[in-house]
C-alpha cells in the first residue's frame, strides 16, 4: 500500500525557516518524479514544486522560487521542501505527492500544517 | 503561471448528471492530454479522479468521465449520489514543465 506521511510543519514567524519532510512506503520511491502542492486555509490547491527521480532536475512555482527548494533522499525514501524567508502568503497544508509522469498526482499524503504568524 | 478557470460552484439532484469545465491555454490544457481531476472532502487530501483527461484510477466509479476539447476539458459526473458532494479541481501539465490547478468548483447535491 503506497504511503505518504508528511512531517515538520508548525509556526514560524515571518521571515523564518522551516523544514517539511515526507516518509514514502509501499512503492519504489526512486522510480517516481515527487510533488509538493499546497492550500491556504479556505482556498483552492496550488502546486508548489516537482523533483525529478534522480533530483537533477527541479522546477516551481513562481511565488516560491528563490525561497523554496525541493530535495529529496532516495536511500531513506524521503521527500524534502526547505522553505525560507517565509510569508504570512504561505500559510497553508502542504501536501506531498507522487507524480505519474507528466502531469497527474497519484498518491497524497495527510498534510502538514504551516503557520507563519508574528 | 495562471490558474486553470472552473466556476464556482455546480449543482445537480440525486441522480442527475453534471459536467464541471476547465479552461486553460495551448500551453497546459490545449497542449497536453495531461489533464487531472480530484476530489477533496472537506479536511481530506484530495483524491485523483481522472487522469490524462478521460483515464479513470482503478477503484473510481466510472459515473465519473472526462473529455477535452481545445483549451477546455471537462469532468461530467453520472446518477449524481450524496457522496459526491465535494469540492473538484483540475490540474494540466505545462509547457515549462510545470503544474497547474484550478481553482476549484463546489459540487452541492441537492
Known amino acids: 500500500e503506497v504511503q505518504l506521511v508528511e512531517s515538520g510543519g508548525g509556526l514560524v514567524q515571518p521571515g523564518g525557516s522551516l523544514r517539511l519532510s515526507c516518509a514514502a512506503s509501499g512503492f519504489t520511491f526512486s522510480s517516481y518524479w515527487m510533488s509538493w502542492v499546497r492550500q491556504a486555509p479556505g482556498k483552492g490547491l496550488e502546486w508548489v514544486a516537482n523533483?525529478?527521480?534522480?533530483?537533477?532536475?527541479?522546477y516551481y512555482v513562481d511565488s516560491v522560487k528563490g525561497r523554496f527548494t525541493i530535495s529529496r533522499d532516495n536511500a531513506k525514501n524521503s521527500l524534502y521542501l526547505q522553505m525560507n524567508s517565509l510569508r504570512a502568503e504561505d500559510t497553508a497544508v502542504y501536501y506531498c505527492?507522487?507524480?505519474?509522469?507528466?502531469?497527474?498526482?497519484?498518491?497524497w499524503g495527510q498534510g502538514t500544517l504551516v503557520t507563519v504568524s508574528s | 503561471q495562471s490558474a486553470l478557470t472552473q466556476p464556482a460552484s455546480v449543482s445537480g439532484s440525486p441522480g442527475q448528471s453534471i459536467t464541471i469545465s476547465c479552461t486553460g491555454t495551448?500551453?497546459?490544457?490545449?497542449?497536453?492530454?495531461?489533464v487531472s481531476w480530484y476530489q477533496q472532502h472537506p479536511g481530506k487530501a484530495p483524491k485523483l479522479m481522472i487522469y490524462d483527461v478521460s483515464n479513470r484510477p482503478s477503484g473510481v466509479s466510472n459515473r465519473f468521465s472526462g473529455s477535452k476539447s481545445g483549451n477546455t476539458a471537462s469532468l461530467t459526473i453520472s446518477g449524481l449520489q450524496a457522496e459526491d458532494e465535494a469540492d473538484y479541481y483540475c490540474s494540466s501539465y505545462t509547457s515549462s514543465s510545470t503544474q497547474v490547478f484550478g481553482g476549484g468548483t463546489k459540487l452541492t447535491v441537492l
Open positions: 495551448s500551453s497546459d490544457v490545449g497542449g497536453y492530454n495531461y
Open positions: 523533483i525529478k527521480q534522480d533530483g537533477s532536475e527541479k
Open positions: 505527492a507522487r507524480r505519474y509522469p507528466l502531469g497527474c498526482l497519484d498518491y
